[in-house]
């Protein structure tokens, strides 16, 4: 099975920059997901990581280290629409599932 | 093109009854899987469904239940519901299984009084 970690709440202020970590520990890994999801809306797709570094994507970055079960979204130059929750999943090897954690709840200040 | 289409957006039941979700996946894609969503436990995998077949199950008792149909939509019924069973139904689809583009419906918020 897969055991995810994220941090519940984070607060920052606009213009600044936050970084939501996610361990994960995996009977079987074939990918990271990350996904932003605002109150009452669908999960929007923001990354995708199955090797080891970084991806940039504009003011989102995320960041996979396989060795350590560790990964990273990075989000900067902060916007209040970045308030939202987000979500770290990891698929499984054999049966392609998503196994998510409980999500980041980052709000943007002003 | 249109996104993935998941009906109805809320629905009330009582202890008991059954209900069934739907959803349509977005055009060509074949694979639909579900999701639970609590704000306790998160986002928690059901099943997967591509080309009819179930392909994936999650730890859910058996009173979940799915299927697909050969122009890809799915449905999910939960029989003899509980009030646990209160949450948010997500669908995602994708091209093929194993696709990394997954594409979410906004759900269908089920409250079970």
């Known amino acids: 099975g897969q055991n995810i970690d994220q941090p519940t709440e984070m607060t920052a202020t606009e213009g600044a920059i936050v970084q939501i970590n996610c361990t994960y520990q995996?009977?079987?890994?074939?990918?990271l997901f990350w996904y932003q999801q605002h109150a009452g809306e669908a999960p929007t797709f923001l990354s995708y990581?199955?090797?080891?570094g970084l991806e940039e994507k504009g003011r989102f970055s995320s960041f996979l280290s396989r060795s350590k079960g560790y990964s990273y979204l990075l989000l900067k130059e902060l916007q209040m629409k970045d308030s939202a929750s987000y979500l770290c999943?990891?698929?499984?090897?054999?049966?392609?599932?998503?196994?998510f954690g409980a999500g980041t709840t980052v709000t943007v200040r002003a | 093109k249109a996104g993935v289409t998941q009906t109805p957006r809320y629905l009330i039941k009582t202890r008991g009854q059954q209900v069934t979700l739907s959803c349509s996946p977005i055009s060509g894609h074949r694979s639909v899987s579900w999701y639970q969503q609590t704000p306790g436990q998160g986002l928690q995998f059901l099943f997967e469904?591509?080309?009819?077949?179930?392909?994936n199950k999650g730890n859910f008792p058996g009173r979940f239940s799915g299927r697909q149909f050969s122009n890809s939509r799915s449905e999910m019924n939960v029989s003899t519901l509980e009030l646990g069973d209160s949450a948010l139904y997500l669908c995602?689809?994708?091209?093929?299984?194993?696709?990394?583009?997954?594409?979410f419906g906004s759900g269908t918020r089920l409250t079970v009084v």
């Open positions: 469904y591509f080309s009819e077949t179930q392909r």
């Open positions: 990581n199955v090797l080891d």
């Open positions: 999943a990891v698929r499984g090897l054999n049966d392609y599932k998503l196994s």
């Open positions: 995602a689809s994708s091209p093929l299984t194993g696709n990394v583009n997954y594409t």
């Open positions: 995996t009977s079987g890994f074939n990918g």
